[in-house]
């Protein structure tokens, strides 16, 4: 056989063990395909390898689709009809089960071209998004927030009567009592309500030097820390704060960092995270904002290596780096979380990213979450070797694995039931790793209790 009847044999041969595509390729289009490729410098086997790789992109396109096309079929055989004064269906994961419920959304004003406030069921205010990548990147991004319990402004999925999605809707996280500052505005609350002039002196220079002039790229090393620090010294120089509730702010703070490191939000800036106020008895307390509106994940402007912190463009391992050279004490619970649970959180985060995304950018995505993972788990195995687990650390970090095992066995059941084979096996395997993880985390509790009692 010459060249070109060597590779139409090769295609046929892949097509027959690929029922997903057989129809697709008629005699014609088999001829063409080989054709194109005969005609190539490339060697017969760099070809063979490159069909099949087409073929195999293709099948995981084809069955991606599928996936989308039950889901849907999924969601029409749970909803009755709408009942009177309702006008869609939201869509939430409320603790890692999906719930499908009747609503009344109407809009109160427009707060811009892309965002209305609305009212929800005259008892709850939210902020309406139209459809977009971007807004498909939020939901996936809380659902991840909650396996790694990452607090999250309540997003739900917005369909009409047939099952077609409308948007986003973002609860507020404010009640009546409380009011929420993004950074920038906690920067004027303390100008005006702080006694602490040293601190919040500081504090101005160092915005008015770096902050007020926009998102620029980060210069030295040693300006990752200070990026940091000055929003710590924000928390630090609030009017009334207490030393465990500048403890709390911190913590969440920082652990949100890493939770940004891992899903490739670029939507970081000082705008977009905040603290929510509550003045009780005449004292201040205060607590972190839910993360909310985490949705860029790529920007022209910016390397793949690259993300944004605060108001400067870093190198993301350079961040990585200082959060754990500075701040390990306080995020080695997070950083353990997830390298502790790959085996788990990885296929779970990746079902997530499939169910929300077309074929095309959810394949975009999995390579970008895989390259994180990479990243914090060599350099966590890298500050284990020199900084190694104290018992009490290994104690803390069953208590979170319990937690984290108990929180994805919803969303276990919930995919399972409509994946493919492959998928629903990988499930299984997951189901299989949190069960004797949960027996040896038991296991160990119940010895560590025996020589307690010893």
Same mark, same amino acid.
């Given at each position: ?11 046929? #041969?892949?097509?027959? !063990?690929?029922? #997903? ?6 005699? #014609? ?34 069955? %991606? ?39 009344? =959304? ?6 811009? +071209? ?5 009212? *929800? ?29 990452? +607090? ?18 973002? &609860? ?34 160092? %915005?008015?030097?770096?902050?007020? %002039? ?22 630090? /120089? $609030?009017?009334? *704060? ?8 911190? %913590?969440?703070? $920082? ?41 860029? &994940? ?46 788990? !959180?990885?296929?779970? =985060? ?6 929300? $995304? ?44 319990? /937690?984290?095992?108990?929180? *994805? ?6 995919? /399972? ?21 949960? =027996?040896?985390?038991? /296991? ?11």
């Amino acid at each position: 056989m010459d060249r070109k009847q060597l590779i139409i044999a090769h295609i046929k #041969e892949r097509l027959s !063990l690929l029922e #997903e595509l057989g129809k697709e390729y008629s005699e #014609e289009k088999i001829n063409s395909l080989a054709e194109k490729l005969s005609s190539s410098d490339k060697t017969l086997t760099e070809v063979c390898t490159l069909i099949d790789n087409k073929f195999s992109n293709q099948v995981r396109k084809i069955n %991606h689709n599928k996936y989308l096309a039950s889901l849907k079929e999924y969601y029409l055989a749970s909803i009755d009809k709408l009942k009177k004064g309702n006008n869609c269906y939201l869509l939430s994961y409320e603790q890692g089960v999906k719930v499908l419920e009747q609503a009344y =959304i109407s809009d109160i004003k427009d707060v811009n +071209p892309y965002l209305k406030l609305v009212n *929800i069921n005259n008892d709850k205010k939210g902020f309406k998004k139209e459809n977009s990548i971007n807004n498909d990147y939020e939901l996936i991004m809380s659902d991840i927030a909650y396996l790694l319990n990452i +607090p999250y402004a309540n997003t739900y999925r917005i369909f009409d009567e047939k099952m077609n999605p409308k948007g986003i809707v973002n &609860i507020s996280f404010v009640n009546k009592k409380e009011r929420f500052l993004n950074l920038e505005e906690t920067l004027r609350f303390i100008k005006e309500e702080s006694p602490k002039f040293n601190l919040t002196q500081e504090l101005i220079d160092y %915005h008015d030097k770096n902050v007020k %002039h926009g998102l620029k790229e980060i210069k030295s090393v040693s300006a990752y820390h200070q990026n940091i620090e000055y929003v710590l010294k924000l928390f630090k /120089a $609030l009017p009334d *704060i207490s030393e465990e509730n500048i403890l709390k702010l911190t %913590h969440d703070y $920082l652990n949100m960092k890493i939770f940004e490191l891992l899903t490739n939000s670029l939507n970081n800036n000082l705008s977009n995270i905040g603290i929510i106020i509550n003045k009780t008895s005449l004292q201040y307390t205060y607590r972190l904002s839910p993360s909310y509106n985490k949705y860029t &994940i790529n920007l022209s402007s910016l390397k793949d290596t690259q993300t944004i912190c605060n108001f400067f463009i870093v190198d993301k391992k350079e961040l990585l780096n200082t959060l754990i050279k500075y701040y390990y004490p306080e995020i080695k619970d997070i950083l353990s979380l997830i390298t502790n649970n790959k085996e788990s !959180l990885f296929p779970i =985060i990746n079902q997530v990213i499939k169910e929300h $995304l077309e074929y095309t950018e959810y394949s975009k995505y999995y390579k970008i979450v895989s390259n994180n993972f990479k990243m914090i788990t060599e350099a966590v195995q890298a500050k284990k070797v020199v900084t190694p687990d104290t018992p009490e650390d290994e104690n803390r970090y069953l208590d979170n694995d319990l /937690a984290y095992n108990s929180r *994805i066995t919803p969303f276990v059941d919930n995919y /399972a039931a409509l994946d493919d084979d492959k998928g629903s096996t990988i499930l299984l395997i997951i189901v299989t790793i949190v069960l004797f993880a949960t =027996i040896g985390i038991i /296991a160990l509790a119940v010895y560590a209790l025996s020589k307690m009692n010893m």
